[in-house]
């Protein structure tokens, strides 16, 4: 298990240095916009262009560039995303701040609506398999089709639109400024954009879910142990279903270090300062410090996750063993 | 019940009575009345002021580097007094006149028009932690010494190179700049190398705001703002009438590096503004009557604005700090009479226009220039962008605010309904002066040379702009002139078009917008020659270029009409009336002569307050709904 565990960390650091690598050659090095035309105004002086690109440290050479953002990955002797390396060319603020500033709301949002669609996913799933072509999973596929199809901004505005603005029975988009954002998440703010990303990714669950429990319920084993007299719901959630979340706990880590990483269209439509909406801001913005930054930071949720995942899947299936 | 119900029709009438007149039984305090003297309404004082913007500033209002709207916005309203501002209102209340804010009056300049001698208001204070500092005239200087420093990378200081001694700073000469001098702590004199008419709207910017010394660190020559080349924005001390939540804690007297900004701003998140009672102990000011008690601005870049918008309708925020109005939201509010009140079109100080590049064929020729002006379908172009809301029909450069009504009516290319080549006469208007063009060898109005085959167009993608973009190049190809259009993201875009070196023949999303109320900034940049950069180049148009820059960007044509360059020459010189009509002039140089682009509109701003906004007024200067003379309705 140690071993495994060396390995994957070492993995973690190669997958971060290929992500940099490709993320300053697609946005430092091709970029679109331009960083220094934001900063400079409509009529630069050719020194005031030099003095910007300096200030920037964008008159270095490329590879200079390059290793200054992966040194300041380095968490030593500073933290992770060095604020001398990592400073927003617009907001004028270490990234690390920027992202710890947000990074609360989107674990607020990432965890509610996981753990939403999880409640709501798996049991339909499940619900579904073991009544299989009654009216009961016609109903919940049919629920999984909608989800699916239905794009999450609008079905944010839907639900906006009729909970708050119609109704009025749930707050508003937004985050009051002069509360925390737990406290924000009692008074209820989280529920509509929760609910609004977690109903398109509960459709795929219970498909999901469906899907691996009718695959797993065929199984030899699962034969033996209802020959062996087993009760009917012992084999189905001791035995059928651990073996069918066994993919869709991967799914499930992947999503949510995916989103960990910022949900930028549930952020927009709701207004939340989250990371995705940081994200975003800073590609508007060209502003490199920034975009490296929260790309870096949802490669390491992803890497993480994937590596947490592979661990759990141990438990879940003593078939996996780590050498 | 019923018989209760007589006291209650009494009470609420009283109530409403009351409320009509302006009155707060609660609040009870009401505040001065109109800013420029006019009587007005009184209003009620207190309250927030929910705001929320798109979109952060560029700099984090460092006041040096920001070179926006909105920043100038903020500054103007709330942060930042300069020795002359603005009142804050429109165009039919003086809104693009200077009045003496931190000066005590209008500055005395010399006969030679060479000094300018600003007299400061006395007893004026900083915002805390600075409220013992009384802003003198060192700090003005302090400002300009902080534009002109070179590691600070300021926007704009090409507008201070009028002061004497000002490059000289810059470029490490000097230590001081020569041409500014503290006479007293009273007392500004501001030499300039040659007359600028112009300078009270310069010293109105925000970089010329003062900036405090550090009193625990006297001799930093940019006092507070020393060794915050990056971040001053952050540390920003206020002499305005509202300051950062929390500015009270900032500490200058720690090394720089262990300084924590004040807790109201965090960029593209949030900013909160609060009362500063420095401005309060100080007397106010007679620009500003500041009735609210806070402004709370939710920055939300990024987010979706018709949410926004909704917000707004439900009272949920006040104001929208954006460019326009979705177009659906835009129908709700001006068609729900309920909400009619809340929808304002006011006009804006900036234009859209098409660029011709007058050095590469087939515009090298001012008939195709002519033909073309002629051409477009500017009532079709502007439909296309929302309709009349969206502004006026140019039928020259500058928007008419800044020429005092000099133009008006003026169109040296009208056609029927402003629709150009899509009516018969605009087409037999534009055929004919096509004809006289080297291009059309047949004389039959229609461009037959091959210079006018396959003519790159450069515009941005977008539903709109690429329906825009379509309309032109078919009004175009009417007199043969054959559109290559082809449609960048706008970074991209203005990337191309930035490079003289480029040639880039015709580029359809040109627009340009004050920096200040005098037509100067709309020539200095985009229209005058020896302003033409190598780099970040705004003279699209290349109008006015030598034959050494025609050469050196590679250009086969190795002259052009420079008739615009002397006009502009002689306009900065002058002052007053003189001013504005040689500005006029300018500008039919430039549309008869030179026409190096093609006047599309004078773009308008909309507006959308939710109903707690009392007292709406709209600042000219900042195209923007101006908070320092907001007030809240009673009992909002």
Redesign the interface.
Known sequence: MLRYMIRRTIFLVLVLIVVSLFTFLVFVKL????P??????????????A??KK?FGLDQPLYVQYWKFASGMIPWPGLFLDKDVY??Y????PVRH?IL??LPVTIALTVGAAALWLLIGIPIGIVSAVKRGSLLDRSAMIFALVGVSAPT?WLG?LL??VFH?WLGWLP???LP?DQSVLQSVFEGYFVLPWFSLAITSAAFYSRMTRGNLIETMGEDYIRTARAKGLAENKVIYRHGLRAALTPIVTMFGMDVAFLLGGA?IT?????L?GLG??A??SL???DFPAIMGVTMLATFFIVVANFLVDILYAFLDPRVRYT | MRRYAKWLALVAVLALTAAACGGDDEGGETGPTGATGETGAEFQQGGTLNV?MD??V???F?PQ?E?FQVSFAFYRCCLLRTLLSYNGKGPDEQGDQLFPDLAASEPTVSDDELTWTFTLKQGIHYAPPLQDVEITAQDFIRAMMREAT??V??????YYSAIEGFDDYSAGKADTISGMTAVDDYTLEVKVTEPTGDLGYRMAMPAAAPIPPNPDDPEAPLGVAEGH???Y??FLVSSGPYMYEGSEAMDFSLPVKDQTPAAGY?????L?LVRNPSWVESGQDDLRPAYLDAI?V?I?????Q???E??VA?D?IDHIFANGVSAANARMFSQDPNLQDQYFVEPGSGNYYIAMNVAVPPFDDVHVRKAVNFAVNKEGWRRLGGGETFGEIAGYFTPPGLLAGLLEGYDPYATPNSQGADTPEGLELAKAEMAQSKYDTDQDGICDAPECKAVLSVGVVGRVAEASDALIAQNLAAIGVELDVNSF?N??A??KI?DPKNQIPISTFGGWLQDYPDAFTFY??PMYGP?I????N?NYSMAGADPDQLEKYGYEVTEVDQALDEKIEECIATTGEERTACWADADKVLMEQVVPIVPLIFSNVEQIISSRVANYTYSLFDNQMAYDQVALASGA
């Not at chain 2, 990378?153 to 090409?158: K, N, P, T, V």
């Open positions: 970029p679109s916009g331009d220094i035309a934001r900063a400079v105004g409509r009529h630069p002086s050719p020194e005031l262009v003095q910007v200030n400073f927003s617009q907001g004028q603020v920027a500033q947000r901004f505005l906006l639109y603005f508003t988009a937004g400024q930028v952020e927009s439509v709701f207004q300062p909406q940081y975003l801001n508007y913005a060209t | 929320w979109t952060d560029t700099a984090a460092d580097k070179y070179p590691e990378a300021a926007g704009y200081g090409f080349n990056d971040d924005g952050r965090e960029p593209n998140k949030t909160s709370s939710e939300c870049p990024g987010c979706d018709e949410v926004a909704k917000k439900a949920e993201d970074s991209t203005y990337n930035f200095f940049f302003n950069l190598d780099a970040y705004t």
